[in-house]
C-alpha cells in the first residue's frame, strides 16, 4: 500500500505502469445495469459525506445520473464489446501518399483524478496494402479516451490498433489536451496543454514527420 505521498507524486506527475488499461479480472461480470446501481448507491454516500441534502429536487436524481454517464458514456471505453470495428479495404487505386485525419476530438478523464481532459488528435497513416474507412479513426480515438486515461498511454493505444490493422507500421500520432487535474487543482495552471507524439515505420524519417507536423500546424477549416 503506497503512503499518501507517494499516491500524490503519482497523480502529479502523471506516472501511469503499462500501456493496457488496468482492469480487475472480474471486470466485467456485472452487466452495466448492475454497475450502474452499485455505482448510484456509492456515489449517495458521497454525496451524502459532503453533505449534501440528497431529498433536494435538484440533487436527488445525481447519483444515477453520474452513475450512468460513467458507464454508458464517459467510460463506455473500458469494456471491450464496445469497441468499433475497424473496416478495411483494399487499396486498389495505390494510395502510396500520406492521409491525416485532423481535429478528432477528445473527451476522456484522468486516471489519476477523474477530472476531465480535453483536446484533439491527428491522426496519418501512410498505406501498404489495405486502407480503412476515415470515420473508423474518429471511433477508434473516441472508443480509447472513453476511459480513465493518461495521454501517453492513449497516444499508444490508438497507434497499436491502426499498425496492426493497417498491417504497416507507418502510422502516426500527435494528441493535444487541457487537462483539468493541472488546471483547476495543484498548480492550477490555466494556459497549459498537453502534446504527445507516437510514431513508427517510415515515419521515423524525419522529412516524413515533419511534412506531417507541417499539415497539422495548418488553421482548422
Do not use: W
Not at 454525496?47 to 454508458?72: I, N, Q
Not at 477528445?106 to 488528435?121: K, M, Q, R
Not at 493541472?182 to 497549459?192: E, H, Y
Amino acid at each position: 500500500m503506497k503512503n499518501k505521498e507517494q499516491v500524490d507524486i503519482t497523480g502529479d506527475n502523471h506516472i501511469s505502469s503499462s500501456i493496457e488499461t488496468p482492469l480487475t479480472a472480474n471486470a466485467f461480470d456485472k452487466s452495466d445495469d448492475e454497475k450502474i446501481e452499485s455505482i448510484q448507491y456509492h456515489f449517495s454516500k458521497i454525496m451524502e459525506e459532503l453533505g449534501l441534502d440528497l431529498t433536494d429536487d435538484s440533487l436527488s436524481g445525481t447519483p444515477y445520473r453520474v452513475a450512468k454517464m460513467y458507464v454508458k458514456e464517459l467510460f463506455y471505453g473500458l469494456n471491450p464489446a464496445n469497441k468499433p470495428k475497424l473496416s478495411v479495404f483494399e487499396n486498389k487505386y495505390g494510395y502510396k501518399k500520406m492521409l491525416v485525419e485532423q481535429y478528432i476530438n477528445i473527451d476522456s478523464a484522468c486516471e489519476h483524478h477523474f477530472l476531465p481532459i480535453v483536446g484533439h488528435a491527428h491522426v496519418a497513416y501512410i498505406p501498404k496494402d489495405k486502407v480503412i474507412g476515415l470515420s473508423k479513426i474518429n471511433r477508434l480515438v473516441d472508443y480509447y479516451a472513453r476511459r480513465p486515461q493518461v495521454q501517453e498511454r492513449l497516444v499508444l493505444q490508438i497507434l497499436n490498433d491502426l499498425q496492426e490493422v493497417l498491417e504497416t507500421k507507418n502510422v502516426i500520432i500527435s494528441v493535444t489536451a487541457k487537462h483539468l487535474c493541472v488546471s483547476s487543482r495543484g498548480i492550477k495552471d490555466q494556459s497549459s496543454f498537453t502534446t504527445t507524439l507516437e510514431y513508427g515505420g517510415s515515419f521515423e524519417n524525419e522529412a516524413n514527420r515533419n511534412e506531417f507536423l507541417k499539415i497539422i500546424a495548418q488553421e482548422k477549416i
